[in-house]
């Protein structure tokens, strides 16, 4: 896994930033930030176009502040954004299953349609691995013909 879904396209400077706070916090969420992890960081700052992001814990909260104050469209964009970041190692870890829990309270939004989101970006993730699978396979030894 590892393909940004990038649905913030729309997303100031500000938001952008607010954003990538809270990606950062996520993939730390379990005390290990792997490649794929560091990658989607780097993806989704360029995609953002954010030049030399560097994480603040301090500015967290102020970040959620952030984000609370968005559309409730945007606020389900980036709850399953975030998502994506606590799966893109193929593993879920319980500190970022609580970390999206008390995200999706902070914003306000219904567990229900966070549920549908989730399941929306396993989809897309499993998409994405089929495509990348296809891309890299070896040709057929088997030869077709017309």
């Known amino acids: 896994m590892g393909f940004p879904v990038l649905f913030l396209h729309e997303f100031e400077r500000i938001e952008a ?3 990538l706070t809270l990606a950062s916090e996520m993939i ?3 005390g290990v930030v792997t490649a794929e992890e560091d990658a989607l960081l780097t993806d989704y700052a360029e995609a953002l176009g954010i030049s030399g992001f560097t994480y603040d814990a301090a500015a967290a909260a102020a970040a959620r502040d952030t984000m609370a ?5 945007s606020k389900r964009k980036v709850y399953m954004e975030l ?4 799966i893109c190692d193929e593993f879920e870890d319980p500190a ?10 902070a914003l306000g939004l219904d567990a229900h349609i966070c549920s ?6 396993q989809d897309l993730f499993s998409v ?3 495509i990348e699978e296809a891309l890299t396979a070896e040709p057929s030894p088997i030869v077709v013909e017309k």
């Open 83 to 86: 998502y994506s970041f606590a």
């Open 96 to 105: 970022e299953r609580r970390a999206l829990n008390e995200l999706r309270e």
């Open 116 to 121: 549908k989101l989730e399941a929306c970006a």
């Open 69 to 73: 104050q968005l559309n409730e469209v």
């Open 17 to 19: 930033e607010a954003f």
């Open 128 to 130: 994405y691995n089929s």
């Open 28 to 30: 730390e969420e379990d």
